[in-house]
């Protein structure tokens, strides 16, 4: 059961010039075999190099067919098309589930940053490459000291000669151990205040001196990684933007990132996680679906559901328009979170002892249990719920910052992380 | 009562806190869940060399003769520790069996509890069974059939205290599921301890009691019992979290002198503050014999919504490091996780006062 409800928006239709371009995407999206429709049943019992082979895939085969990062120039590997084009491809493949989850960062995130600030020679080296998904990129920022408070970070970045020297560790990056390239901030000048001494960097993950560890979690996956860099020597032209400006960029990247983790509405992310819809017919099947107590809580849902569809698409529009992400990127994120919690918990209210424990072989019980442990993580990553509320209160209601003590010292005087 | 622990309940908390906060370390635990066995019986010798595991067993069979609400306090520092003993299903498997069942049975069963050589296990869940005072599970001539859920500890136990009908009367019966016609299915929950399925197939079994309401008896007890785990589980948490927001700096300030941070935190005390007056009264109600249907419906409400509540805003407030197995956390998690949805999460408890309070 599709749990995709069209609304009147959605149905409308484009103008005529974009039949031709409408047509192949269908035709596409109905012939590629890991292209599934949204309520057919899905294997998702693969593991993790299977779902990046899928995502590569898929990917290069939608570059093939001109459909992939529709309105990047074509000379970098795009469509080379208009926004209007892109918000059809938006609309038709919303009726399918893609294998481009292991591409959400590099696409997301990583993409349209060293679309903004690389080097033409960054540019035409990797665009096309990040686009087919030959290479994947993730984003390295968090570090043990620096989680909220991430311009604190310790990584250090030296000059030697051509070369950069970087040392430091990162935390909580996610698919390091199948991306090829990473986007690191680390400090370049720690004589000035801890937001302008910092550099993006791009580093090779597979070069000397890179170790990566996975770190598991409550699900039982191990999705993030701790990543140390000893004496990792990149060229000095892998600089992304400009020296000591490294914050502007970063700032720049954990937008697109709340953009790309509220965009999704209910439907994105892993999509692991069921709607109202699903969760009315688990209902049923457990025979809850008379209980007062459990219809409240799934008509609640589905209005939430329903309104974060909206910002969801507001948000794409406005990216499809060009328009640089805004605050509402907070919002988006801030309504997955507590959509993601409170749909978990009525889940394991309606499935009551199942949930407890189940058999083995009831992939479904352990679906939904995952589901509701992988919850808590939705209101830390990218961004906390509460430094996603403090962005809405200062920039969009323009309240006055937290008196900050810290934002005029040079960095070397601070004592963080382990400069303590 | 006045919800003071008196001199006897607060000996049993330190006790039982002292003994398996000494034997269930960070690395003990790792190890167990590396194991084949969910299962520290050192901890569980230990217990029962002080007298711990009998503590609400009468002094007749080798027990200490306390009350419920003693017992509460032991199952509130296994909480504390997330203790992977089989403490609760034996302990009110126990209960049963003295209270409700006859005195040959008492002193067969009930004095290798207190030593700590027995252990007992509860079956009364079913597959879509909302009301759990009518099994569906059947016994004829003097054989259990049918098949219960959730079970945990069935493979270690050495008897199993099961609900089922007998000429149209529920009641609580002994299996031993080593026995023929006992067939154990593992499955998994997310407390990464094996629960187990029980189909049994002509089962032999042995009455412990066909008397009215005598499921319900149990069930009550179990819920109690819940609730104190979730307690002692609640209070660790947020123990936890506040010692982890003070030492965890971000802008050059402990995290916990952020507001949002500090006044989330307070809230949960509140609810660990509500978890703990609620069960301590339903306890007191079931140890006085009064009845406590009401207090242990409102309890069981409180160590479900609430106790989520702690839970969430516990790991939201340890970052990343609430997520990550290497932290202590994530255990406690998984046991509020596992006990909320244990016997009744707080939905039904709404519906099971609501329907009584709305009754005609």
Request: proline content about 4%; hydrophobic content about 45%.
């Amino acid at each position: 059961m599709a749990d995709t409800a069209q609304s009147p928006l959605e149905t409308a239709t484009g103008p005529p010039d974009h039949s031709e371009f409408r047509s192949r995407v269908r035709v596409f999206l109905e012939e590629h075999p890991l292209a599934v429709p949204r309520g057919a049943t899905v294997d998702d019992d693969i593991d993790e190099a299977d779902s990046v082979r899928r995502a590569k895939t898929f990917q290069a085969a939608l570059h093939d067919a001109g459909l992939a990062a529709i309105t990047y120039p074509a000379e970098i590997g795009g469509g080379g098309l208009d926004k209007s084009f892109q918000e059809i491809y938006h609309k038709e493949s919303a009726a399918y589930r893609l294998p481009v989850f292991p591409l959400a960062i590099s696409h997301g995130m990583c993409l349209p940053v060293l679309n903004d600030f690389g080097t033409d020679e960054q540019k035409s080296e990797h665009l096309e490459k990040i686009i087919r998904a030959e290479e994947i990129w993730c984003q390295m920022f968090s570090e043990p000291g620096a989680g909220s408070d991430v311009a604190s970070l310790q990584m250090r970045a030296e000059r030697d000669g051509d070369q950069w020297v970087l040392n430091g560790q990162k935390v909580w990056t996610s698919g390091a151990q199948y991306c090829d390239y990473g986007l690191v901030v680390a400090r370049t000048d720690p004589e000035q205040p801890k937001h302008r001494g910092l550099s993006m960097f791009k580093v090779d993950l597979s070069a000397p001196g890179v170790e990566i560890r996975p770190l598991r979690q409550i699900t039982g996956d191990a999705h993030f990684n701790e990543v140390f860099l000893t004496d990792t020597r990149i060229p000095a032209d892998w600089l992304v933007g400009e020296l000591n400006m490294g914050w502007s960029v970063a700032i720049a990247m954990l937008m697109y990132e709340r953009v790309a983790l509220g965009a999704g509405g209910v439907s994105g992310g892993g999509g692991a996680r069921p709607g109202a819809k699903r969760i009315a017919e688990l209902a049923r099947e457990h025979d809850r679906g008379d209980d007062p107590v459990v219809r409240n809580a799934l008509a609640d849902l589905y209005i939430r559901e329903r309104l974060l569809t909206f910002i969801g698409m507001r948000i794409r529009a406005a990216a499809d328009a060009g328009r640089a992400p805004g605050p509402e990127g907070s919002i988006a994120k801030l309504a997955t979170a507590a959509l993601a919690k409170d749909t978990t918990e009525l889940i394991l209210e309606v499935i009551g002892a199942g949930a407890t424990a189940w058999p083995a072989d009831d992939d479904s019980a352990e679906t939904f249990v995952m589901a509701f442990l992988s919850a808590p993580a939705m209101a830390i990553a990218g961004g906390t719920n509460e430094v996603q509320r403090n962005i809405i209160g200062e920039r969009v209601l323009g309240l006055p910052k937290e008196p900050s003590v810290d934002k005029n010292v040079p960095f070397k005087d601070l004592l963080v992380g382990t400069q303590r | 009562m006045d919800f003071t622990l008196d001199e006897r309940e607060q000996a049993v908390s330190d006790l039982a806190t002292q003994i398996l906060t000494d034997k269930i370390t960070m690395e003990r635990l790792a190890e167990i869940e590396a194991g084949d066995e969910w299962f520290d019986r050192d901890a569980w010798a230990a217990l029962a060399a002080s007298g711990l595991i009998g503590v609400a067993i009468d002094e007749s069979h080798g027990g200490s003769g306390a009350d419920l609400v003693s017992l509460g306090q032991l199952l509130r520092a296994q909480g504390a520790t997330v203790a992977p003993i089989p403490l609760l299903p034996t302990t009110l498997a126990a209960a049963a069996i003295a209270e409700l069942g006859g005195e040959s049975l008492a002193s067969d069963i009930l004095p290798g509890v207190c030593d700590g050589s027995t252990i007992l296990t509860i079956a009364v869940q079913e597959y879509l069974d909302d009301d759990l005072a009518t099994p569906a599970a059947e016994v004829s001539d003097g054989a259990i059939t049918g098949q219960k859920i959730v079970v945990e500890y069935a493979d270690l136990a050495d008897h199993m205290l099961v609900s089922a009908v007998a000429d149209g009367r529920s009641g609580l019966y002994l299996v031993q599921p080593g026995d023929a016609g006992v067939m154990l299915t593992e499955g998994l929950s997310s407390r990464l301890e094996p629960v187990w399925q029980v189909d049994m197939a002509h089962a032999p079994c042995v009455e412990v009691t066909s008397a009215d309401g005598a499921v319900g008896w149990l069930v009550e007890r179990m819920r109690a019992g819940l609730c104190a785990i979730q307690l002692g589980v609640t209070e660790a948490a947020l123990k936890l979290t506040a010692e982890y927001t003070t030492e965890r700096q971000q802008f050059g300030r402990p995290v916990a002198t952020f507001q949002a941070v500090t006044q989330r935190l307070a809230d949960q005390y509140i609810n660990v503050a509500g978890i703990r007056l609620t069960t301590y009264s339903a306890l007191w109600r079931l140890s006085h014999g009064v009845d406590a249907t009401e207090e242990v419906s409102i309890a069981k409400w409180w160590a479900s919504e609430r106790a989520s509540a702690v839970a969430h805003a516990s790991q939201h407030c340890h970052g990343g490091m609430g997520v990550s197995v290497e932290y202590p956390l994530h255990r406690y998690t998984l046991w509020n996780k596992h006990l909320t949805t244990s016997l009744g999460a707080g939905t039904r408890q709404l519906r099971e006062i609501g329907a009584r309070l709305a009754a005609p």
